[in-house]
């Protein structure tokens, strides 16, 4: 049974830096993504990247946040800088073949990792 499980989260203050990690059991994905949900709000997308590196960020992430892949330990990390209270959500991360910032064209998901970010 594929598992993604997601560390890293935690409290931080504005402007400080937090790196999400998200590691998968048993296989290598071609394409994992990163998306969040604040409370009350829809989830929405953070950023995704591709099998050969390719990556596409959120515009309200974009410059502050970088995902990355190491193929060998199957694995894809979010790191996060410049961090804003708006930045406050569970983070997850999402896994499967196709290179996407549309949730439902992931096959698998992680269970969640809470970031709080302090103003």
């Known amino acids: 049974q594929v598992q993604l499980v997601e560390s890293g989260g935690g409290l931080v203050q504005a402007g400080g830096s937090l790196r999400l990690s998200c590691a998968a059991s048993r296989r290598t994905f071609s394409s994992y993504g990163w998306f969040r949900q604040a409370p009350g709000k829809e989830r929405e997308f953070v950023a995704a990247i591709s099998w050969t590196g390719g990556s596409t960020y959120a515009d309200s992430v974009k410059g502050r946040f970088t995902i990355s892949r190491d193929n060998a330990k199957n694995t894809v990390y979010l790191q996060m800088n410049s961090l804003k209270p708006e930045d406050t959500a569970v983070y997850y991360c999402?896994?499967?073949?196709?290179?996407?910032?549309?949730?439902?064209?992931?096959?698998?998901w992680g269970q969640g990792t809470q970031v709080t970010v302090s103003s």
């Open positions: 999402a896994a499967g073949g196709v290179f996407s910032v549309v949730g439902t064209n992931y096959d698998y």
